[in-house]
């Protein structure tokens, strides 16, 4: 049994200690917005936070979260208000497939959260973990700055 918080929901998940949070969050607990890409932790598209700091969620145990805080892309937005990040998304209209978004989103929302005005080199340092097979890399990084931009002069 492995206690921990998903979206600020209490959860104990009678799993493995050693299953990957991507496995909990998707088929234990039915949040299907975190992908499986690669499963070694080499294109993002799982990421989740941990108390706020992005991880790969397919090479991290569930144990390895116990007693703590996991935001999926379902907890981006509580209680329905949108973040930046995704009004700035739909605004530039960055996805193609959409297949690694939620990980992209994650990855940058963790930035933006540490580094509310990131240069473009933290944007890229930041981002360089996250694969998109349908190259929508100047979309996602001008969403980033749009994002940071808002939220600075909100
Ligand atoms: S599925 Fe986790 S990094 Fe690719
Ligand atoms: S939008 Fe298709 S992989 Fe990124």
């Not at 104990?12 to 990957?20: F, K, R, T, W």
């Not at 090479?59 to 700035?88: D, F, M, Y």
């Not at 005005?117 to 981002?127: G, R, T, V, Y």
């Amino acid at each position: 049994m492995v206690a921990l918080y998903i979206n600020g929901v209490h959860h104990e998940l009678d799993v493995s200690p050693e299953m990957p949070i991507l496995w909990a969050v998707r088929d234990v607990v039915g949040l299907t917005g975190t992908k499986f890409g690669c499963g070694v932790a080499a294109c993002g598209a799982c990421t989740v936070h941990l108390d706020g700091k992005a991880i790969r969620s397919c090479v991290t145990p569930v144990s390895a979260a116990a007693g703590r805080h996991v935001t999926t892309i379902e907890g981006l937005a509580p209680e329905g208000k949108e973040h930046p990040l995704q009004a700035a998304w739909v605004e530039d209209q960055v996805p193609q497939c959409g297949y690694c978004q939620s990980g992209q989103i994650m990855s940058a929302a963790a930035l933006i959260k540490k580094t509310p005005n990131p240069s473009d080199k933290e944007i890229e340092a930041a981002m360089s973990g996250n694969i998109c097979r349908c190259g929508c890399y100047e979309r996602i990084n001008s969403a980033i700055r749009r994002a940071a931009h808002e939220t600075a002069n909100a």
